[in-house]
């Protein structure tokens, strides 16, 4: 599986917008970038995921490199609630790809 | 839709004993996996199912792990002769084809 690397921690301001990044040289070509959180004492949950263009949902925006090999989860105005381990995963099409490879994410702690 | 739910949510075994936990996809989600979280550490995937057919296990599921979905509905995770390196939060997700996988609370086990 190709590998992400990301900040063990971040801290953001409350209402401030919130750039998490991720490193994924490596990504082939049908391998689509997933981004979950999770909260704490909580199951993941799913953030949102895209391959080559910018994706924007009701929970944040993934904004992706030209080259792929690396990308930014954008949470545009950070809430006490977003405060979690957030984790950028690559996920192939492929039969035998099923299964989400979590490495240790980024700790995001929201300051108020 | 209620969600994926796990029972028990905490279990304490004694060393030795055998220990089983159950997960209730959500309905009609073809796909049901299994992973397991130990402090400090992201999610590791153990196995997964479509429908009824166990079609993935990692080198994690020792041969004292067994896993069933009967009739490719709720699923059922038995450790036999739990060792204390079984202590952990198991995670169960389920998910429509190869879509966003949705997780449940987890069950927490810790083996004495």
């Known amino acids: 599986d190709a590998k992400t690397t990301q900040p063990n921690s971040m801290e953001s301001n409350e209402e401030e917008p919130v750039h998490l990044p991720c490193n994924h040289s490596?990504?082939?070509?049908?391998?689509?970038i997933h981004w979950y959180r999770q909260l704490p004492s909580q199951g993941p949950e799913y953030v949102i995921h895209g391959l080559t263009s910018n994706v924007n949902n009701r929970m944040a925006s993934l904004a992706i490199a030209e080259d792929r090999k690396s990308s930014t989860l954008i949470l545009h105005r950070a809430t006490l609630r977003d405060a979690a381990v957030y984790y950028c995963i690559l996920r192939g099409v492929n039969f035998g790809n099923e299964k989400l490879t979590f490495g240790t994410g980024t700790r995001l702690t929201i300051i108020p | 839709d209620t969600g994926v739910s796990q029972d028990p949510r905490h279990k304490i075994t004694k060393r030795g004993q055998n220990v089983t936990f159950r997960c209730d996809p959500i309905?009609?989600?073809?796909?049901l996996y299994w992973y397991r979280q130990t402090l400090g550490q992201g999610p590791e995937f153990l196995t997964y199912?479509?429908?009824?057919?166990?079609?993935?296990k990692s080198r994690l599921l020792s041969d004292r792990f067994s896993a069933e979905r009967p009739k490719g509905s709720f699923s059922t995770l038995e450790i036999q002769r739990t060792e204390q390196g079984d202590s952990a939060m198991y995670l169960c997700?389920?998910?429509?084809?190869?879509?966003?996988?949705?997780f449940g609370p987890g069950t927490r086990l810790t083996v004495t």
């Open positions: 309905s009609e989600h073809n796909r």
């Open positions: 997700a389920s998910s429509l084809d190869m879509l966003e996988q949705y």
């Open positions: 199912f479509q429908n009824e057919a166990q079609l993935e």
């Open positions: 490596t990504i082939s070509g049908t391998d689509y």
